[in-house]
């Protein structure tokens, strides 16, 4: 890969898009790259993944504006899906992702942000849509996950405005989960995988279908959704062994790890 790092940490992974001088910009490689990085991922070993960008002055700048500029209505459009069948890979994936934004995500970077189950983000961190002002609208998701995520009206003001927002902003409106000073970031993502990693790992998968599936339906068809997942967990060796170690009155037993199963 000539832009995208990808290192396992046991039962986690990290995937550090890796194109510093152009603040890590994402152009037709690294879109290709990071879908390809996805699909390698041994998800019988990783039950987590961080998202960053390398540096510390950009989580993803925004998509290459140089490569966009000269596209024409049809190249525009194949390139929006491309960004949106990556990101949507990245939303739909069987294991959570945590994006550790650390610094700019503007555009396309914020966008992928928004791909991922959680955002947290370093003090120095810098979000927006500014596609309007170069004349062009969000094209890989913006303009659908935004709006879900902080509502309607502040997604349309920072959207129709252009204006970017700092770390606490981000925070108060709930685009991100937490902020942290920007050396300790990278160990907060990877110390949140960790704790998820530790986890029942079909439970967890099962309950990031049940949350992304149920927010496209409405609440009776989202509780059956629910149900079904539910009731599928009840035939895993972690949920007979979790409620086992639950019920059993020798509490200075080890707990062992979940299994993939």
Known sequence: MEFI??????????????REKALNALNSTVLEELDQTLDAVNLDEVRALVLTGSGAKSFVAGADIGEMSTLTKAEGEAFGKKGNDVFRKIENF??????????????GGCELS???????????????????????????????????????????QMIYTARNIKADEAYRIGLVNAVYPQEELLAAAEKMASGIAQNAPIAVRNCKK??????????????????????????TQDQRYGMAFFLDKNKDKVKEPFKNC
């Not at 290192?7 to 995937?15: L, P, T």
């Open 5 to 18: 790092l990808y290192e396992q940490k046991g039962s986690y992974a990290v995937i550090t898009i890796n």
């Open 94 to 107: 069987p294991i959570p992702v945590i994006a550790a934004v650390n610094g700019f995500a503007l555009g």
């Open 114 to 156: 928004m791909s991922c189950d959680i955002r947290i983000c370093s003090d120095n961190a810098v979000f927006g849509q500014p596609e309007v002002g170069l004349g062009i609208t969000p094209g890989f998701g913006g303009t659908q996950r935004l709006a879900r995520l902080v509502g309607a009206g502040m997604a349309k």
């Open 210 to 235: 049940a949350i992304n599936q149920g927010l496209d339906v409405d609440m009776d068809q989202a509780i059956v959704i629910e149900e079904k997942l539910f009731g599928d967990c009840f035939e």
